[in-house]
């Protein structure tokens, strides 16, 4: 099992989903950003220091939601998602192939990866 992090980051009245890219494992899949927590790391370190290493931003935590395990089959992954506020940094991709910021009624319409579908409809419930 491997401990993974996200971000769902708020900004406005939008969501920022990445799009992974086609070298990425579920390539072009849509996902909530972030990786792998490290030896030694915190869930929260490994937040921030994904999200600048991936997308060049900073954001300020404000909770975290359930985590959501799911097995791929080669690989199991539990999913610890966060609610954000972006804070800066123009974002600039590594590793993925696009990004949207999206208003809550656009997030069903795209092709989510399977561990970030039951953290989507946990955020769609939420009152925010």
């Known amino acids: 099992m491997i401990d993974v992090t996200c971000a769902i ?19 072009l899949k849509w996902e909530f950003p972030g ?11 490994c937040l921030h220091r994904e999200l600048m290493e991936e997308l060049n931003i900073q954001v300020k935590i404000l909770r975290t939601l359930s985590p959501s395990s799911f097995d791929y089959g080669k690989f199991s992954i539990n999913l610890i998602p966060f609610l954000v506020n972006y804070l800066s940094g123009e ?8 990004y949207k910021w ?11 990866a399977p561990a970030d579908v039951p953290i ?3 955020f769609l419930k939420l009152n925010i």
């Open 91 to 98: 974002i600039i991709l590594a590793e993925h192939e696009t």
């Open 102 to 112: 999206l208003s809550r009624n656009e997030l069903k319409d795209i092709d989510w």
């Open 9 to 27: 980051i708020l900004w406005e009245d939008k969501v920022l989903v990445t799009q992974r890219s086609e070298k990425m494992s579920l390539s």
């Open 120 to 122: 989507l409809e946990e």
């Open 35 to 45: 990786g792998k927590i490290e030896r030694g790391e915190t869930a929260e370190s």
